[in-house]
């Protein structure tokens, strides 16, 4: 069920959406965000279960974010208040967070992470059971990237476009008044 909905939609804030929800429910946490990464180093936030502000707001990858993304393994800790991993997104609510990447093609195209406010802890089957999810929905997700790819791509090439129409308006705007200037020439009396 979770495969055929996800293969049907590339909007990423219902595909996120829906993935979420099947991993929150199969491990039980409090908490569920979803971000999507991009080569700059800038992590967008794609789904929470939770408000935290607004979505789709770029901000620089948290370091869990960045091991994540250079290890390409999952990480977790059952004293997160105390992990300096999770120390710049930290919350003294949260008791234990697992981060899990979102490997595409042998990228990192995001993470799912997950926190838990009361005494239940992750351990590596957590890491097994979402990996056994992820493994479910790969073509999906490989779909997702390759379409978040060429929409980035579109956007550089249409503001490139726009660019260079307004570079031409102004050159045919200098060109024009070339033209049509009047010499008058010097008045001799």
């Not at 569920?32 to 800038?42: E, P, R």
């Not at 901000?59 to 004293?79: C, D, G, I, P, W």
Request: glycine share 2%.
């Amino acid at each position: 069920t979770l495969y055929s909905n996800l293969i049907q939609t590339l909007d990423q804030e219902q595909f996120f959406k829906v993935l979420c929800k099947e991993v929150r429910s199969t491990l039980k946490s409090d908490r569920i965000t979803a971000s999507i990464f991009s080569n700059d180093g800038h992590s967008t936030l794609v789904y929470s279960n939770k408000k935290i502000g607004k979505l789709n707001v770029r901000k620089k990858q948290l370091s869990v974010e960045s091991h994540v993304t250079r290890s390409q393994k999952a990480y977790f800790s059952n004293s997160a208040s105390r992990d300096p991993m999770f120390s710049d997104g930290a919350n003294d609510k949260i008791n234990s967070e697992l981060c899990f990447p979102l490997v595409v093609a042998e990228t990192v195209m995001g993470c799912i992470n997950l926190q838990n406010c009361d005494d239940k802890t992750f351990s590596k089957l957590d890491i097994e059971q979402i990996s056994s999810i992820m493994e479910e929905i790969k073509t999906p997700l490989e779909n997702l990237k390759i379409f978040l790819s060429a929409k980035e791509w579109n956007e550089v090439l249409l503001s490139k476009i726009e660019e260079k129409e307004s570079e031409s308006s102004v050159e045919k705007k200098k060109d024009v008044s070339k033209k049509f200037k009047i010499h008058l020439p010097e008045i001799i009396g």
